[in-house]
């Protein structure tokens, strides 16, 4: 198996034809991946940019038809989307989730900019679900996120997470059906990239210098629930919402706390296994 630095020193010329390329990065996607490639299979064509999955899920997304490379490092989110859109051959780009579907209304709007070559990017609203559940409001939805853009008029920012697209020209217009999240069907899910999340955003301020306090770590707890319970409607998702809310109300506290460990030099430890 070849990694990406041999896959991409050996990739033909990109080719400038007006098709379009989707990009998705992995690791340990194998529940995902099938539904996800199946949703895009109208695309020219599809990169997979895996950082080592040892679930199969290279084997699921090469059956599916893509193009798949590996990596064997891990630089961050917004580093390895930058180099999954190296790997595209063609003029436009959809960027996507592995937990994230295009429904045909949506694919039917991407083929028709693709194919009519209008503008330079797109931002597609999206809808998430949480454990089976569609959230309307909490913040969550609308959720406009910049996903569909020509190559050279947008990259990736090297934020370790919560990257996002950065435009380079202009300004983009909007699509108005959803793109569907299906990112977290069960509260562990939610723990586990909140955890990830957390880390990451902590260390990435921490490099920066950047200072908290366990108050600034509450009030930030704090401020989140009242934002997206009232503020944001959160409770006309009824006790979804209400758990949604606290769930955010956890993730401001949470990565301000690991903030504030790294300040005071301690390290969190893993929870010993119960004897």
């Given at each position: 198996?070849?990694?990406?630095?041999?896959?991409?020193?050996?990739?033909?010329?990109?080719?400038?034809?007006t098709?379009?390329?989707?990009?998705?990065?992995?690791?340990?996607?194998?529940?995902?991946?099938?539904?996800?490639?199946?949703?895009?299979?109208?695309?020219?064509?599809?990169?997979?940019?895996?950082?080592?999955?040892?679930?199969?899920?290279?084997?699921?997304?090469?059956?599916?038809?893509?193009?798949?490379?590996?990596?064997?490092?891990?630089?961050?989110?917004?580093?390895?989307?930058?180099?999954?859109?190296?790997?595209?051959?063609?003029?436009?780009?959809?960027?996507?989730?592995?937990?994230?579907?295009?429904?045909?209304?949506?694919?039917?709007?991407?083929?028709?900019?693709?194919?009519?070559?209008?503008?330079?990017?797109?931002?597609?609203?999206?809808?998430?679900?949480?454990?089976?559940?569609?959230?309307?409001?909490?913040?969550?939805?609308?959720?406009?996120?910049l996903?569909?853009f020509?190559?050279?008029?947008?990259?990736?920012?090297?934020?370790?997470?919560?990257?996002?697209?950065?435009?380079?020209?202009?300004?983009?217009?909007?699509?108005?059906?959803?793109?569907?999240?299906?990112?977290?069907?069960?509260?562990?899910?939610?723990?586990?990239?909140?955890?990830?999340?957390?880390?990451?955003?902590?260390?990435?301020?921490?490099?920066?210098g950047?200072?908290t306090?366990?108050?600034?770590?509450?009030?930030?707890g704090?401020?989140?629930?009242?934002?997206?319970?009232?503020?944001?409607?959160?409770?006309?998702?009824?006790?979804?919402?209400?758990?949604?809310?606290?769930?955010?109300?956890?993730?401001?506290?949470?990565?301000?706390?690991?903030?504030?460990?790294?300040?005071?030099?301690?390290?969190?430890?893993?929870?010993?296994?119960?004897?």
């Amino acid at each position: 198996m070849l990694d990406y630095a041999q896959c991409n020193s050996k990739k033909s010329k990109v080719v400038s034809l007006t098709q379009l390329s989707v990009i998705i990065i992995t690791f340990n996607e194998a529940a995902n991946i099938e539904a996800c490639l199946k949703s895009v299979s109208f695309a020219d064509e599809i990169v997979v940019l895996d950082s080592g999955s040892t679930d199969g899920t290279p084997d699921l997304a090469r059956g599916m038809g893509a193009s798949v490379h590996v990596t064997t490092d891990w630089p961050g989110f917004g580093p390895q989307k930058n180099r999954a859109l190296d790997l595209a051959q063609y003029s436009w780009v959809l960027s996507l989730d592995a937990d994230e579907r295009v429904p045909p209304e949506l694919a039917n709007m991407i083929r028709q900019v693709v194919d009519q070559d209008v503008g330079s990017a797109y931002e597609i609203p999206r809808l998430t679900q949480f454990c089976g559940k569609w959230i309307r409001h909490c913040g969550w939805t609308p959720d406009y996120v910049l996903r569909l853009f020509k190559r050279g008029a947008a990259h990736f920012s090297d934020d370790l997470v919560h990257e996002r697209v950065v435009l380079l020209r202009g300004v983009p217009s909007r699509l108005t059906s959803s793109l569907l999240h299906y990112s977290y069907p069960t509260p562990s899910h939610y723990w586990r990239k909140l955890e990830q999340y957390s880390q990451a955003w902590a260390r990435q301020r921490f490099a920066c210098g950047q200072k908290t306090s366990m108050l600034r770590a509450a009030l930030a707890g704090v401020v989140a629930f009242l934002r997206s319970y009232f503020f944001r409607l959160g409770f006309l998702d009824g006790a979804m919402g209400f758990a949604v809310c606290s769930m955010q109300a956890q993730a401001a506290f949470g990565k301000y706390f690991a903030l504030y460990c790294l300040n005071q030099k301690n390290v969190i430890s893993p929870v010993p296994p119960s004897v």
